[in-house]
Structure formats: C-alpha cells, structure tokens
C-alpha cells in the first residue's frame, strides 16, 4: 500500500498543479503495456497457488520474481522519454540487483523482522528461509550482500503501517509521483510555424485526460478525432 | 436494445477518450509499482 500512496498524491498533485497553472491535465500513451501486466499476473499466480494448497518452490519463485523484474526493466527503457520512468528503471534495478545477489528473494535482517513484528516468535522463521508466502528472505546483515540495498528501513512509529522497504523502493516511489506530477505541467516542445501556429508536439505528454483540446492543447496526431 | 446500443457507444467514446487513457496510465503503473516494488512487507504483490 505504501507504493500506491505515491501514485496517489501524484495524481492529486499533478491535478492540483494542472488547475493552478490553468493547463489541463494530460496523460502519455505507454509502449507495450502487456509487458507489465505478464510480470504482474506472473507473481500474482505464484502468491496465490499457496492459497489453493499448491506449493511452490522457492526457486521458482525466485525465479518468477527475477524475470518479472527483468521484462518490467524491458518495459522502463522502452518508455524512457517520459518523464520518471528512468527513475523507475533504476529502482526496479537496485531492487534486482539486490535479490539477485541473494539467490533471488529480498532478504530482510533479523532486527529488522523483529522490528517489524516483535511479537513473532523466532521459531516462526529461521536464516536463510522463506519468510511465509513474501518475496523475503531472512538472512543476517553479515550474510547479506548489497545489505544496504535489502528491505532495512521501516517507517516512523507514529505511523500506524508497519513496513519495511528497500531503497529501490523509495525510488520507485519518487518516479511514480514524478510522473504523474508531470503531467500536470506545461508540454516539453511546442514547435511553431512562420505563421504562429503551433503544428507539432513531438512530447510523449500529449492527451489532455478529458479528451479535449482546451487552451494550450494540440489535437493528438495518433488519434483521428475526439 | 437502445439502452445497450447507448452503453455501447458511451463505452466507446470512453475508450477512445483521454480518460480511458488516464485509467489505464494509473493501472500500468500501479501494478508495475507494485511488481517491481520489491519485498511483500513493503507492499508488493506478494503481501
């Protein structure tokens, strides 16, 4: 939940910003967005087989998550001109980097399990399994390579979520909202002609969301009419 | 068979609508956050 608050005040900000500015809000037209639904569905069908009794190794869960995570990093360099997205890519890749230097799950520190639930009992978990159906692993700081990189921080007390996250996390967080923040604001390139009529907008920020063309906005060359 | 020809056409005018385009811009980054995000703790799909 803490991933989608970002893409939450993202799409508040970016609206709030398009009203102050007086431009309407825009969205961008993705490349190849079946690639991160494959990547999506791909982890989703390995959590959820455990709920109908069927278990799944950790290696092949490991290695779903590894390939999700490559096709996602596909799919960031493909949209690479709009705005986050290299941001996104580099979270996706600290996050990869981390989880495959650690045989392909997120390995999370004793302390930081005990942090997270001091209720849990050790029993419950031991280094270098599984933690129940999640993407970590337990594995102590020494044991961990790119450590710093791994699920260590957890959010302040006063707040009532108890998680824990990496730094390619917060990455991916702040391309989330960039994006979407954005898209609220003037388009990159107007090019105009002799006469002073804007003819081309060659920005991947281009649709304005209502679907109309108000004040500022060019008709969408991929689109016939609206 | 009116009404269905209505919610017919008002579905495809939404499709090809920058709205269409906005809900699907939010669902694609949502899911790609959520299965790139990494651990199921910090919310991922594995949570």
Redesign the interface.
């Known amino acids: ?4 608050t ?2 939450l005040l993202g ?1 508040i900000s970016g609206m709030v910003r398009a009203e102050l500015e007086r431009h309407p ?6 490349k190849e ?1 079946g690639l ?2 494959v ?2 569905l791909a ?2 069908g390995v ?1 959820q087989l455990s709920r109908f009794g069927i278990i799944v190794e950790d290696n092949w869960v490991a290695l779903t998550l590894v390939t ?2 490559v096709i ?1 990093l596909v ?2 360099f493909l949209n690479r001109k709009s705005p986050g997205f290299i941001l ?1 890519a580099f ?2 890749l600290l ?1 990869l980097a ?2 495959l230097l650690n045989g392909g799950l ?1 390995p ?1 520190s004793p302390e930081t399990i005990s942090n ?1 639930n001091p209720q849990a009992s050790p029993e419950s978990w031991s280094i270098g399994e599984r ?6 692993i337990a594995l102590g700081e020494e044991m961990t390579r790119l450590s710093i990189l791994s ?1 260590r921080y957890i959010l302040p007390d006063w707040l009532p979520y108890r ?4 730094l ?2 917060v990455v ?2 702040v391309g ?1 909202f960039w ?2 923040w954005s898209l609220g604001g003037v388009p990159r390139k107007h090019k105009e002609n002799t006469n002073g009529k804007t003819v081309t907008n060659h920005s991947p920020l281009r ?6 063309h108000r004040k500022g906005m060019q008709p969408d060359p991929d ?1 016939g009419c ?1 | 068979m009116n009404t269905f020809n209505r919610v017919k056409s008002d579905f495809a005018r939404f499709v ?4 269409a ?2 809900v ?3 669902i ?20």
């Open positions: 939940m803490i991933l989608l970002a893409i799409l809000y825009r969205t961008l037209k993705l967005p991160v639904v990547a999506f982890q989703f959590f999700g995570q996602l799919f960031a996104l979270g996706t996050n981390v989880m997120m999370m997270l933690l129940g159906n999640s993407k970590n699920d998680v824990a996250f990496s390619g996390d991916l967080s989330a994006l979407l649709t304005d969301w209502r679907g109309s689109r609206d | 090809v609508s920058g709205k385009r906005l699907m811009l939010v694609v980054l949502a899911l790609f956050i959520l299965a790139a995000g990494a651990p199921g703790a910090s919310g991922g799909v594995g949570d």
